[in-house]
Protein backbone atom coordinates (compact mmCIF):
# COMPACT_ATOMS: atom_id res chain seq x y z
CA UNK A 1 0.00 0.00 0.00
CA UNK A 2 1.44 3.56 -1.15
CA UNK A 3 1.14 5.79 2.18
CA UNK A 4 -1.06 8.21 2.03
CA UNK A 5 0.79 11.88 1.80
CA UNK A 6 -0.10 14.87 4.59
CA UNK A 7 -2.75 16.70 2.47
CA UNK A 8 -3.95 19.49 6.06
CA UNK A 9 -2.24 21.40 8.21
CA UNK A 10 -2.72 23.98 11.58
CA UNK A 11 -1.48 27.47 11.17
CA UNK A 12 -1.34 30.34 13.35
CA UNK A 13 -0.68 33.77 13.46
CA UNK A 14 1.44 33.56 16.67
CA UNK A 15 1.22 30.45 18.52
CA UNK A 16 -0.75 30.99 22.21
CA UNK A 17 1.32 28.37 24.55
CA UNK A 18 4.07 30.29 25.47
CA UNK A 19 8.01 29.00 24.03
CA UNK A 20 6.57 26.31 22.02
CA UNK A 21 6.29 28.19 18.81
CA UNK A 22 9.74 30.39 19.82
CA UNK A 23 11.03 28.77 16.54
CA UNK A 24 8.45 31.47 14.27
CA UNK A 25 6.27 33.55 16.55
CA UNK A 26 8.65 37.10 15.59
CA UNK A 27 8.64 36.39 11.95
CA UNK A 28 4.83 35.72 11.22
CA UNK A 29 4.71 38.50 13.01
CA UNK A 30 6.33 40.28 10.70
CA UNK A 31 4.63 38.78 7.69
CA UNK A 32 2.94 41.18 5.09
CA UNK A 33 -0.08 40.20 3.05
CA UNK A 34 1.82 38.93 0.00
CA UNK A 35 3.80 37.27 2.75
CA UNK A 36 0.82 35.09 3.69
CA UNK A 37 -0.44 34.45 0.18
CA UNK A 38 3.66 32.94 -0.23
CA UNK A 39 3.71 30.92 2.67
CA UNK A 40 -0.14 29.24 1.93
CA UNK A 41 1.25 28.71 -1.37
CA UNK A 42 4.37 27.25 -0.32
CA UNK A 43 2.14 25.22 1.82
CA UNK A 44 0.10 24.50 -1.29
CA UNK A 45 2.74 22.91 -3.32
CA UNK A 46 3.45 20.73 -0.34
CA UNK A 47 0.30 19.08 -1.11
CA UNK A 48 -2.06 20.79 1.18
CA UNK A 49 -5.30 21.90 0.49
CA UNK A 50 -6.53 21.84 3.59
CA UNK A 51 -5.84 24.32 6.09
CA UNK A 52 -6.91 24.62 10.26
CA UNK A 53 -6.34 28.72 11.49
CA UNK A 54 -5.83 28.14 14.65
CA UNK A 55 -7.60 31.07 16.13
CA UNK A 56 -8.08 34.66 15.16
CA UNK A 57 -7.63 35.73 18.69
CA UNK A 58 -5.54 35.17 21.89
CA UNK A 59 -5.40 36.46 25.46
CA UNK A 60 -7.66 39.76 24.70
CA UNK A 61 -6.31 40.83 21.47
CA UNK A 62 -7.56 40.38 18.38
CA UNK A 63 -5.63 39.21 15.12
CA UNK A 64 -8.10 41.49 12.96
CA UNK A 65 -9.82 44.67 13.25
CA UNK A 66 -12.28 43.42 15.61
CA UNK A 67 -15.04 45.76 16.73
CA UNK A 68 -15.45 43.68 19.92
CA UNK A 69 -11.91 44.09 21.29
CA UNK A 70 -10.37 47.27 20.77
CA UNK A 71 -6.52 45.99 21.36
CA UNK A 72 -4.47 44.55 18.30
CA UNK A 73 -1.65 41.93 18.08
CA UNK A 74 1.38 44.02 16.93
CA UNK A 75 1.45 42.28 13.30
CA UNK A 76 3.33 43.79 10.92
CA UNK A 77 -0.12 42.91 7.94
CA UNK A 78 -2.88 45.38 9.12
CA UNK A 79 -5.73 41.89 8.55
CA UNK A 80 -3.89 38.51 8.70
CA UNK A 81 -6.75 37.31 8.49
CA UNK A 82 -8.37 38.96 5.45
CA UNK A 83 -4.86 37.96 3.82
CA UNK A 84 -5.11 34.17 4.47
CA UNK A 85 -8.38 34.04 3.43
CA UNK A 86 -8.03 35.86 0.40
CA UNK A 87 -5.02 33.85 -0.09
CA UNK A 88 -7.17 30.89 0.09
CA UNK A 89 -9.37 31.88 -2.56
CA UNK A 90 -6.74 32.42 -5.36
CA UNK A 91 -5.06 29.48 -5.05
CA UNK A 92 -8.58 27.09 -3.92
CA UNK A 93 -7.85 26.08 -0.44
CA UNK A 94 -10.16 24.86 2.01
CA UNK A 95 -9.65 26.69 5.19
CA UNK A 96 -11.28 25.66 9.01
CA UNK A 97 -11.47 29.04 10.86
CA UNK A 98 -10.80 28.74 14.70
CA UNK A 99 -13.36 30.19 16.85
CA UNK A 100 -11.68 30.26 20.37
CA UNK A 101 -8.90 30.90 22.55
CA UNK A 102 -10.44 34.36 23.30
CA UNK A 103 -9.94 34.16 27.04
CA UNK A 104 -6.73 33.23 29.23
CA UNK A 105 -6.53 30.42 29.98
CA UNK A 106 -6.89 29.67 26.54
CA UNK A 107 -9.25 26.10 27.49
CA UNK A 108 -11.42 28.66 29.11
CA UNK A 109 -14.72 26.58 30.32
CA UNK A 110 -17.06 24.39 28.42
CA UNK A 111 -20.34 26.19 30.03
CA UNK A 112 -22.06 28.90 27.57
CA UNK A 113 -23.03 30.62 31.27
CA UNK A 114 -21.26 33.78 31.74
CA UNK A 115 -19.05 36.66 29.62
CA UNK A 116 -16.26 33.95 28.66
CA UNK A 117 -18.04 32.10 26.85
CA UNK A 118 -20.43 34.95 25.29
CA UNK A 119 -16.97 35.72 23.46
CA UNK A 120 -17.57 32.14 21.12
CA UNK A 121 -20.79 34.03 19.78
CA UNK A 122 -20.30 37.46 19.72
CA UNK A 123 -17.20 36.54 17.76
CA UNK A 124 -18.25 33.71 15.77
CA UNK A 125 -21.11 36.52 14.25
CA UNK A 126 -18.66 39.15 13.79
CA UNK A 127 -16.17 36.59 11.71
CA UNK A 128 -19.50 35.55 9.56
CA UNK A 129 -20.59 39.31 8.85
CA UNK A 130 -16.70 40.07 8.31
CA UNK A 131 -15.40 37.22 6.12
CA UNK A 132 -18.25 35.04 5.28
CA UNK A 133 -18.02 36.18 1.54
CA UNK A 134 -14.69 34.49 1.18
CA UNK A 135 -14.55 31.18 -0.92
CA UNK A 136 -12.05 29.79 1.03
CA UNK A 137 -13.55 30.29 4.31
CA UNK A 138 -15.57 26.23 4.02
CA UNK A 139 -16.04 26.07 8.07
CA UNK A 140 -15.26 26.51 11.46
CA UNK A 141 -12.57 24.81 13.33
CA UNK A 142 -12.99 24.32 17.45
CA UNK A 143 -9.72 24.94 19.20
CA UNK A 144 -10.88 24.03 22.88
CA UNK A 145 -9.80 20.37 22.47
CA UNK A 146 -11.98 17.62 23.52
CA UNK A 147 -10.03 15.36 26.43
CA UNK A 148 -11.00 11.87 25.67
CA UNK A 149 -10.33 9.32 28.62
CA UNK A 150 -11.57 6.28 27.28
CA UNK A 151 -14.74 8.55 25.67
CA UNK A 152 -15.62 11.73 24.98
CA UNK A 153 -16.81 13.52 27.83
CA UNK A 154 -21.02 14.70 28.08
CA UNK A 155 -19.74 18.11 28.57
CA UNK A 156 -17.62 18.10 25.14
CA UNK A 157 -20.33 16.63 23.51
CA UNK A 158 -23.03 19.67 24.49
CA UNK A 159 -20.18 21.97 24.02
CA UNK A 160 -19.53 20.65 21.02
CA UNK A 161 -23.37 20.32 19.63
CA UNK A 162 -24.88 23.80 20.99
CA UNK A 163 -21.49 25.64 19.33
CA UNK A 164 -21.68 23.49 15.83
CA UNK A 165 -25.60 24.26 16.09
CA UNK A 166 -24.84 27.87 16.08
CA UNK A 167 -22.21 28.19 13.87
CA UNK A 168 -24.24 26.09 11.03
CA UNK A 169 -27.06 28.69 11.14
CA UNK A 170 -23.96 31.71 10.72
CA UNK A 171 -22.47 29.78 8.53
CA UNK A 172 -20.03 28.49 6.69
CA UNK A 173 -21.51 25.32 7.76
CA UNK A 174 -18.73 22.67 8.62
CA UNK A 175 -17.25 22.22 11.81
CA UNK A 176 -14.15 20.36 12.94
CA UNK A 177 -12.64 19.18 15.52
CA UNK A 178 -9.56 17.53 16.48
CA UNK A 179 -9.70 15.93 19.81
CA UNK A 180 -6.30 14.36 22.52
CA UNK A 181 -6.40 11.84 24.89
CA UNK A 182 -6.74 8.73 21.63
CA UNK A 183 -4.59 6.38 23.18
CA UNK A 184 -7.17 5.95 26.28
CA UNK A 185 -10.35 5.11 22.62
CA UNK A 186 -11.91 1.68 23.72
CA UNK A 187 -14.22 1.66 20.35
CA UNK A 188 -17.01 -0.09 21.80
CA UNK A 189 -20.28 0.60 20.93
CA UNK A 190 -20.75 3.52 23.69
CA UNK A 191 -17.84 5.23 21.86
CA UNK A 192 -19.49 4.82 18.22
CA UNK A 193 -22.71 6.14 20.05
CA UNK A 194 -21.01 9.46 20.80
CA UNK A 195 -19.44 9.73 17.29
CA UNK A 196 -22.44 9.31 16.07
CA UNK A 197 -24.30 11.65 18.23
CA UNK A 198 -21.64 14.76 17.84
CA UNK A 199 -23.26 17.36 15.21
CA UNK A 200 -19.48 17.28 13.72
CA UNK A 201 -18.42 17.22 10.38
CA UNK A 202 -14.68 15.89 10.42
CA UNK A 203 -12.88 14.33 13.45
CA UNK A 204 -9.25 14.82 13.45
CA UNK A 205 -7.33 12.37 16.47
CA UNK A 206 -4.20 13.48 17.64
CA UNK A 207 -1.85 10.69 17.14
CA UNK A 208 0.07 11.85 20.68
CA UNK A 209 3.48 10.76 19.06
CA UNK A 210 4.92 14.34 19.36
CA UNK A 211 4.22 14.66 22.52
CA UNK A 212 5.56 11.58 23.23
CA UNK A 213 2.56 9.53 25.21
CA UNK A 214 2.17 6.81 22.94
CA UNK A 215 4.21 4.52 20.70
CA UNK A 216 3.49 3.14 17.17
CA UNK A 217 2.23 0.16 17.95
CA UNK A 218 -0.02 1.70 19.86
CA UNK A 219 -1.23 4.22 17.52
CA UNK A 220 -1.90 1.44 14.61
CA UNK A 221 -3.87 -0.28 16.97
CA UNK A 222 -5.92 2.62 18.27
CA UNK A 223 -6.33 3.62 14.36
CA UNK A 224 -7.67 0.38 13.77
CA UNK A 225 -10.43 0.45 16.72
CA UNK A 226 -10.98 4.12 15.16
CA UNK A 227 -11.80 3.07 11.74
CA UNK A 228 -14.26 0.39 13.11
CA UNK A 229 -16.29 2.65 14.94
CA UNK A 230 -16.22 5.43 12.56
CA UNK A 231 -17.73 2.68 9.59
CA UNK A 232 -20.38 2.02 12.49
CA UNK A 233 -21.01 5.65 13.24
CA UNK A 234 -21.10 6.43 9.62
CA UNK A 235 -18.89 9.14 10.17
CA UNK A 236 -15.34 10.13 8.12
CA UNK A 237 -11.92 9.71 10.24
CA UNK A 238 -9.55 12.18 10.09
CA UNK A 239 -6.28 12.11 11.73
CA UNK A 240 -3.62 15.17 13.41
CA UNK A 241 -0.17 13.84 12.60
CA UNK A 242 2.04 15.75 14.88
CA UNK A 243 5.15 16.23 12.79
CA UNK A 244 7.30 18.24 16.21
CA UNK A 245 9.57 16.58 19.01
CA UNK A 246 9.71 19.23 22.17
CA UNK A 247 13.54 20.35 22.52
CA UNK A 248 12.56 21.43 25.96
CA UNK A 249 9.34 23.74 26.07
CA UNK A 250 10.26 24.41 22.27
CA UNK A 251 8.68 23.02 19.06
CA UNK A 252 10.92 21.58 16.34
CA UNK A 253 11.06 19.10 13.37
CA UNK A 254 10.82 15.40 14.17
CA UNK A 255 13.21 13.16 11.89
CA UNK A 256 11.72 12.30 8.71
CA UNK A 257 12.20 8.46 9.87
CA UNK A 258 10.06 8.87 12.84
CA UNK A 259 7.37 10.98 10.96
CA UNK A 260 7.62 8.80 7.89
CA UNK A 261 6.26 5.95 10.38
CA UNK A 262 3.40 7.58 11.55
CA UNK A 263 1.97 8.29 8.07
CA UNK A 264 2.86 4.88 7.11
CA UNK A 265 0.31 3.84 10.05
CA UNK A 266 -2.50 6.71 10.08
CA UNK A 267 -2.96 6.38 5.96
CA UNK A 268 -3.99 2.97 6.61
CA UNK A 269 -7.14 4.11 8.45
CA UNK A 270 -7.73 7.83 7.84
CA UNK A 271 -9.99 9.53 5.14
CA UNK A 272 -7.67 12.10 5.58
CA UNK A 273 -4.16 13.14 7.08
CA UNK A 274 -2.90 16.98 8.59
CA UNK A 275 -0.01 17.34 10.25
CA UNK A 276 0.34 19.55 13.18
CA UNK A 277 2.01 22.02 11.50
CA UNK A 278 3.25 22.92 8.48
CA UNK A 279 4.36 26.25 9.89
CA UNK A 280 7.64 26.33 11.89
CA UNK A 281 8.41 22.31 11.27
CA UNK A 282 9.10 22.72 7.72
CA UNK A 283 9.86 25.01 4.96
CA UNK A 284 10.84 24.81 1.28
CA UNK A 285 14.75 25.75 0.53
CA UNK A 286 15.25 28.83 -0.39
CA UNK A 287 11.85 30.06 0.84
CA UNK A 288 11.53 34.29 1.07
CA UNK A 289 8.91 33.44 3.99
CA UNK A 290 11.00 30.91 5.89
CA UNK A 291 9.64 30.60 9.30
CA UNK A 292 11.32 28.06 11.96
CA UNK A 293 14.31 26.65 12.34
CA UNK A 294 17.11 25.14 9.42
CA UNK A 295 16.08 21.54 10.52
CA UNK A 296 12.57 22.18 8.98
CA UNK A 297 13.93 22.78 5.68
CA UNK A 298 15.55 19.17 5.86
CA UNK A 299 11.92 17.33 7.05
CA UNK A 300 10.53 19.25 3.77
CA UNK A 301 13.39 17.97 1.67
CA UNK A 302 13.10 14.29 2.98
CA UNK A 303 8.93 14.23 3.08
CA UNK A 304 9.03 15.97 -0.72
CA UNK A 305 11.70 13.22 -1.88
CA UNK A 306 9.90 10.44 -0.94
CA UNK A 307 6.53 11.52 -2.59
CA UNK A 308 9.22 12.40 -5.51
CA UNK A 309 9.22 15.63 -5.28
CA UNK A 310 5.97 16.77 -5.99
Same mark, same amino acid.
Given at each position: ????????????????????????????????????????????????????????????????????????? *???????? $? &???? /? %??? =???T?Y????????????????????????????????????????????Y????????????????????????????????????????????????K????????????????D???????????? *???????? $? &???? /? %??? =???????????????????????????E??????????????????????????????????????????????
Amino acid at each position: MTPQRITGSWFDFYHPNPYEGDTWNATTQRFTANDWYLKLQEMKEAGMDTLVLLNVALHGRAFYPSEIWSYRW *DTVCPDPL $E &AVLD /A %GDR =LGLTIYVGNGFYTTPIMGSLSISGDTSQLQYDFAKELAERYGHHVSFSGWYLPVEAAIFTHFSDEYIAYANRMSDYLRKLGPEKVFIAPYGTRSITGDAKFVDQVRSLDVDYIAYQDEIGVARTTFEAV *DETFARLR $E &AHDR /A %GKP =LWSDLEIFQFHGKVLHPAPFERVKRQFEILSKYSDKVLCYQYLGMMNKPGSPVHAGNEASVQLYNDYMAFFGGK
